[in-house]
């Protein structure tokens, strides 16, 4: 018997358990037919009683690789009677879906967490092993296709907010955390430090990196900061904040080269003209305090940048790691 929740007392305890142990699980519910309502894949009400003085209302459920889980409620009794009965294997490692469920933030996260809690990556590999293939590699390059979407939703992306002195890059980051995390202000240069948090944007999470501007360094440590901050955005998506009431410069034109999305700040205030061939995603307001709007706007050119879908279920099993991706390829890859 493996315990899958925390021990402790608790409000439920789950239990699973291994094929070899169902048959004396079964001599310990009540209706007897529990299990094989559970087998046929409806979960099923009994009274679990390990001893006299150990019963409790549970539910059965069946998984998909075959293994039987107990849904009691965590009370001493019950556990220390089915340690005895069965004693406690050690747990087996979580895998992504499972990893994803315990860490998510934002809601498409966890709904894609739930999504793929309901395929078994590892039967659904043995599967596809299984199957001839031609017909494998059909079904492993949608699944690629599906996990491209999952990775990015499961696994946060770096976003690094660049561009002149005084752009209003900290503004923005401030107001898409919704909080004053970073210091901002008129003075040029205030930035110095990188400073990274976790956000969802658009429904996809991010680690939103704040960046020292680029221009004048007047002393030393200004110029640190600049030199710590081209080597600290190379990986990622770098997002290019120029000043909308000033316009792009020179310099900017050489940041837009290599960023993923260009945006107007200070959308609030008089637009400068804009050259046609800067692109530009559009004009945002950080210092008006509207997060929600902004958090959708500047996530959805983000996302418009990567080719990604809107946030949510991918519709079949999918990679959310490294890992799963690489024994994903390699069911094709092996068989050449
Ligand atoms: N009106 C208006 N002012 C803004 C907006 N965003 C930033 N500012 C102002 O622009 C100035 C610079 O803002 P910061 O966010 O500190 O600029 P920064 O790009 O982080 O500057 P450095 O850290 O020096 O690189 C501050 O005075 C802000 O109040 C905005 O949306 N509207
Ligand atoms: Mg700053």
């Not at 519910?29 to 299990?35: F, G, I, M, R, V």
């Not at 069965?86 to 739930?114: D, V, W, Y």
């Not at 919704?178 to 400073?195: F, K, N, Q, S």
């Not at 990567?306 to 092996?334: I, K, N, Q, S, T």
Request: hydrophobic share 50%; aromatic share 4%.
């Amino acid at each position: 018997m493996e315990r899958l929740t925390p021990g402790g007392v608790a409000g439920v305890a789950v239990y699973r358990f291994a094929a070899h142990e169902t048959a004396v699980l079964a001599a310990s519910l009540a209706p007897a037919s529990a299990l094989a309502t559970a087998a046929a894949g409806r979960p099923a009400r009994a009274t679990w009683r390990l001893a006299d003085d150990a019963c409790d209302d549970v539910l059965v459920v069946a998984r998909a690789d075959g293994a039987i889980e107990v849904h009691a409620h965590g009370g001493l009794a019950i556990e220390a009677a089915a340690l005895a009965t069965f004693g406690l294997t050690a747990p087996s490692p979580p895998n992504a879906a499972m990893r994803l469920a315990r860490t998510a933030i934002g809601r498409a996260q966890l709904e894609l967490a739930i999504e793929q809690l309901g395929h078994d990556f590892a039967a659904e590999l043995a599967r596809l092993a299984e199957s001839p293939l031609p017909a494998r590699r059909v079904a492993v390059a949608a699944a690629l296709a599906r996990s491209q979407v999952a990775v990015a939703l499961a696994v946060p992306a770096p976003v690094h907010l660049i561009g002149r002195q005084n752009a209003g890059k900290s503004t923005l980051f401030n107001a898409l955390l919704g909080r004053e995390r970073a210091l901002a202000g008129p003075t040029a240069g205030l930035t110095r430090d990188v400073v990274a948090e976790s956000v969802v944007l658009d429904g996809y999470p991010y680690v939103l990196h704040d960046h020292a501007g680029e221009g004048l360094a007047d002393d030393a440590a200004d110029a640190a900061a600049i030199a710590r901050s081209r080597a600290a955005r190379r990986d990622g998506l770098r997002l290019l904040v120029v000043d909308g009431m000033r316009g792009p410069d020179a310099a900017d034109r050489l940041l837009a080269a290599d960023a993923a999305v260009v945006v107007a700040s200070k959308g609030d205030g008089p637009a400068a003209r804009w050259p046609a061939d800067v692109p530009c995603a559009g004009r945002c307001a950080a210092a008006s305090g509207v997060v929600a709007g902004l958090q959708q706007s500047i996530g959805g050119w983000l996302r418009a940048a990567r080719g990604l879908p809107p946030a949510g279920r991918v519709g079949g099993f999918a990679a959310l790691d490294d890992r799963e991706l690489a024994a994903l390829r390699a069911l094709v890859v092996a068989a050449g």
